[in-house]
């Protein structure tokens, strides 16, 4: 089983502590709720006394509703006149939905007045919303504007969110307020002052993930097997490369487990690392993220559905079948079979 250990107590005050440095918090709950679940993510928004929490796509909004979150719910892929889903959203008294096009600003106010709109902003990121150049013109007669949406990039850069709020402020319905994503907390709360209309912030990653030392990830050792030098082992008869243990642990491709992260291939270390590691799958060594008797153990076939086969040289048994060994994950690409709150000791 790969499960995923969270210490309640400590985790629940990390959330709080965001949610005191970002007035207007709202929680994001989307894709595979940053390795809890979307369920999970809602129930916590609730308990954190969240009005809104944010989703990433029209087909998340139910399991936020049966999670028992009952405020509002922001989809934040921006409406498409080809969605069924996203359209359903429009009539849903609890959905607000995200605009990004003057064509579907008029296509919802014509099809569904009076939808719970927010409209999304052009920013550096090249994704999603309407010109701030053109937004004098915009026409938003007939639908129930809850505010305006800028998503910047990663590291959001202050001015561009100023320059931005500002282009806001100037029409008729800039004082329905602004949510913004990815400002640092400090800059959000210097803007927020700032401004002239309420402002909010959608925050998934720092929330959820940013107390890692609060919870981790481990998988079940299902097997072990003492082995030789040159034994066939797995699917595709790999040879193991000395004597040692073939250890089986739950996680594998199902759970995402050592699926490659994509990189970000900024330094000349970083560049060199994807070439090092197709050396080393070339040797039949590449390091599982799992660890067995204190250190990463190389996989000894590539990984398959529900569980690894780990090898671990040298003659001493490296687990027993039942131990819960660390596992390194990636949070959002991670489906776990088991969350669970760890019962604090003591
Ligand atoms: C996903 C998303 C967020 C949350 O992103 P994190 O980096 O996980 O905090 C915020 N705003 C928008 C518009 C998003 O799509």
């Given at each position: 089983?790969?499960?995923?250990?969270?210490?309640?107590?400590?985790?629940?005050?990390?959330?709080?502590?965001?949610?005191?440095?970002?007035?207007?918090?709202?929680?994001v709950?989307?894709?595979?709720?940053?390795?809890?679940?979307?369920?999970?993510?809602?129930?916590?928004?609730?308990?954190?006394g969240?009005?809104?929490?944010?989703?990433?796509?029209?087909?998340?909004?139910?399991?936020?509703?049966?999670?028992?979150?009952?405020?509002?719910?922001?989809?934040?892929?921006?409406?498409?006149?080809?969605?069924?889903?996203?359209?359903?959203?429009?009539?849903?008294p609890?959905?607000?939905?995200?605009?990004?096009?003057?064509?579907?600003?008029?296509?919802?106010?014509?099809?569904?007045?009076?939808?719970?709109?927010?409209?999304?902003?052009?920013?550096?990121?090249?994704?999603?919303?309407?010109?701030?150049?053109?937004?004098?013109?915009?026409?938003?007669?007939?639908?129930?504007?809850?505010?305006?949406?800028?998503?910047?990039?990663?590291?959001?850069?202050?001015?561009?969110?100023?320059?931005?709020?500002?282009?806001?402020?100037?029409?008729?319905?800039?004082s329905?307020?602004?949510?913004?994503?990815?400002?640092?907390?400090?800059?959000?709360?210097?803007?927020?002052?700032?401004?002239?209309?309420?402002?909010?912030?959608?925050?998934?990653?720092?929330?959820?993930?940013?107390?890692?030392?609060?919870?981790?990830?481990?998988?079940?050792?299902?097997?072990?097997?003492?082995?030789?030098?040159?034994?066939?082992?797995?699917?595709?008869?790999?040879?193991?490369?000395?004597?040692?243990?073939?250890?089986?642990?739950?996680?594998?491709?199902?759970?995402?487990?050592?699926?490659?992260?994509?990189?970000?291939?900024?330094?000349?270390?970083?560049?060199?690392?994807?070439?090092?590691?197709?050396?080393?799958?070339?040797?039949?060594?590449?390091?599982?993220?799992?660890?067995l008797?204190?250190?990463?153990?190389?996989?000894?076939?590539p990984?398959?559905?529900?569980?690894?086969?780990?090898?671990?040289?040298?003659?001493?048994?490296?687990?027993?079948?039942?131990d819960?060994?660390?596992?390194?994950?990636?949070?959002?690409?991670?489906?776990?079979?088991?969350?669970?709150?760890?019962?604090?000791?003591?």
């Amino acid at each position: 089983m790969l499960k995923l250990s969270i210490d309640g107590d400590a985790w629940r005050a990390h959330l709080r502590g965001v949610a005191e440095a970002v007035p207007g918090l709202v929680p994001v709950a989307k894709g595979n709720g940053y390795g809890f679940g979307n369920a999970r993510l809602a129930q916590e928004a609730a308990k954190l006394g969240s009005d809104t929490i944010a989703v990433g796509i029209p087909q998340e909004v139910n399991a936020v509703k049966v999670a028992g979150f009952e405020g509002d719910i922001v989809v934040l892929n921006p409406w498409r006149p080809h969605d069924d889903a996203a359209t359903a959203c429009l009539t849903d008294p609890q959905v607000i939905s995200t605009v990004s096009r003057v064509e579907d600003v008029k296509a919802i106010a014509r099809n569904a007045p009076g939808s719970a709109v927010l409209i999304e902003i052009a920013t550096s990121m090249h994704r999603h919303g309407i010109a701030a150049d053109s937004l004098q013109a915009l026409d938003l007669d007939g639908l129930d504007v809850r505010g305006w949406t800028i998503h910047l990039p990663a590291a959001g850069s202050v001015d561009e969110a100023r320059r931005l709020a500002t282009a806001v402020a100037a029409h008729p319905k800039g004082s329905a307020g602004v949510w913004f994503s990815h400002l640092g907390f400090d800059d959000y709360r210097a803007l927020a002052a700032e401004l002239p209309m309420p402002t909010r912030m959608r925050v998934g990653t720092r929330l959820w993930l940013g107390a890692p030392e609060t919870f981790r990830a481990t998988g079940t050792v299902l097997d072990v097997h003492k082995v030789g030098k040159g034994t066939e082992v797995g699917y595709h008869g790999a040879r193991t490369r000395a004597d040692g243990y073939i250890v089986v642990v739950s996680g594998g491709t199902a759970h995402g487990v050592a699926l490659a992260a994509p990189a970000t291939a900024h330094s000349f270390r970083q560049r060199l690392i994807p070439l090092a590691e197709a050396l080393e799958e070339v040797r039949g060594r590449v390091t599982s993220p799992f660890t067995l008797a204190g250190k990463k153990r190389p996989f000894a076939e590539p990984p398959h559905m529900h569980s690894s086969l780990v090898f671990v040289d040298g003659p001493g048994e490296p687990a027993r079948v039942g131990d819960e060994v660390p596992v390194t994950v990636r949070m959002t690409t991670t489906t776990f079979d088991e969350v669970v709150f760890t019962v604090p000791r003591g």
